[in-house]
């Protein structure tokens, strides 16, 4: 049967692949160190877990609730962005509580995009900033830029050669899966740049704390004059350990906010009550939290270094982010991100997220997150490091298991 007009848009889940040898693994008892898919093992603080308790007693929260957010969430919110980046946002007007980032992005594309309008998009990226644009009827044209002196003129190339006149651009820094961060001085160039061309800016700043060497990670907001053209994305998920609990923002631009507003309005009733009311209580605390995640990523980064340094595997430190943009070992490097995550995954018992998965300039990298111990990821450098030993010095005689079933 022919598949359907938008799945036919997607191409294969590669890191779907990559689950299937995971489970398949751990199903013959090996003992997987999973170091693949960005998903926080922390607990929530127990402070936002007893507020959810607590509100949750009260019938009257087990009602539809806001699909916009509640007004104390939303005011949390401007709180927060007031607090770490002194930027001032109309909680009523230019804030909306969406399911996560992923999910306010994902509408934000069907409350904007036209068939065949072009949104220009960082490559390698997260997989929504693109696919969200191709499901609703965009095209996206890839940028492979980091955020230094080549930006602009890769967007200037990108407008200069894209029929229609490309509808918005969108930012990641820190960066999901480069860990590259952007500075204020970047930002103020984009925005000009945005503002000059009529583009929209979306930025996903959803690792805003989760950084390690220097000045915390600058919101696009603070450039005068971004709120004409920008709205920017948060989550919560990292932030406070939350993942399962689905809460993010996005805020900036009356015009834009109201789109996707009206969209999910027609989606969602918006995040179970409890949940937007203990979210509220985390972004008014006093940052105890956040700062205990973060040092907590900033050993794991320390360790992963060094250890898998050590294992013959060098890894340049991320800057911020849960995650390291690891460069395949040379000898390898001719398989590509997929094949050569298989074969870690079948010969040394480690799970990665191979590059391709963020888009086809990611293949000669894979994305290793810090989402296990110290212990257990210098168990993983062991592990490589006897992977590596064995098959460094013939890599073409290494092939995944899989290949031969």
């Keep these: 049967m022919e598949e359907f007009h938008k799945v036919r848009r997607l191409p294969p889940y590669v890191f779907e692949q990559v689950n299937r040898l995971k489970a398949s693994a751990r199903s013959r008892g090996a003992d997987i160190v999973d170091l693949g898919m960005g998903n926080p093992d922390l607990p929530t603080p127990k402070a936002i877990v007893d507020k959810l308790c607590e509100v949750v007693r009260d019938p009257r929260t087990h009602r539809y609730s806001s699909s916009r957010g509640i007004p104390g969430l939303r005011r949390a919110q401007a709180n927060y962005y007031a607090r770490r980046f002194g930027v001032k946002l109309n909680p009523d007007t230019q804030v909306v509580a969406t399911l996560g980032s992923k999910e306010g992005f994902a509408n934000m594309a069907q409350a904007i995009t036209a068939p065949g309008d072009v949104i220009l998009c960082p490559n390698p990226t997260y997989p929504i900033h693109a696919f ?196 395949i070992p040379e000898p390898f490097r001719h398989l590509g991100s997929l094949e050569f995550s298989k074969l870690l995954i079948e010969h040394a018992d480690v799970a990665v997220a191979p590059g391709v998965g963020f888009g086809e300039h990611g293949d000669d990298f894979v994305r290793v997150a810090l989402v296990e111990n110290e212990h257990r990821i210098r168990q993983a450098a062991r592990n490589i490091k006897r992977f590596l030993s064995t098959s460094a010095k013939q890599p073409n005689n290494v092939v995944p298991l899989s290949a031969h079933r």
């Design 132 to 327: 969200g644009f191709i499901m609703s009827g965009g095209v996206i044209r890839s940028l492979q830029v980091e955020p230094n002196d080549g930006f602009i003129p890769a967007l200037e190339r990108g407008v200069r050669h894209s029929i229609p006149k490309p509808l918005a651009l969108i930012l990641n820094y820190p960066s999901n899966p480069t860990a590259l961060v952007a500075s204020l001085d970047f930002y103020k160039d984009v925005v000009a740049f945005a503002k000059k061309n009529d583009i929209i800016i979306l930025s996903d700043l959803a690792y805003s704390e989760i950084y390690f060497d220097g000045n915390p990670p600058p919101s696009v907001l603070q450039v005068p004059g971004a709120m004409d053209v920008c709205v920017e994305f948060t989550s919560m998920s990292k932030t406070f350990s939350m993942p399962g609990w689905r809460m993010g923002f996005a805020v900036g631009n009356e015009r834009l906010i109201s789109a996707l507003t009206r969209v999910k309005s027609y989606l969602d009733y918006g995040a179970f009550t409890p949940i937007q009311v203990a979210a509220a209580h985390a972004l008014n605390g006093d940052g105890a939290d956040i700062a205990e995640v973060r040092d907590i990523y900033h050993k794991r980064r320390d360790v992963m270094v060094d250890a898998f340094g050590r294992a013959g595997w060098t890894i340049p430190a991320p800057a911020a982010s849960m995650f390291a943009w690891a460069p």
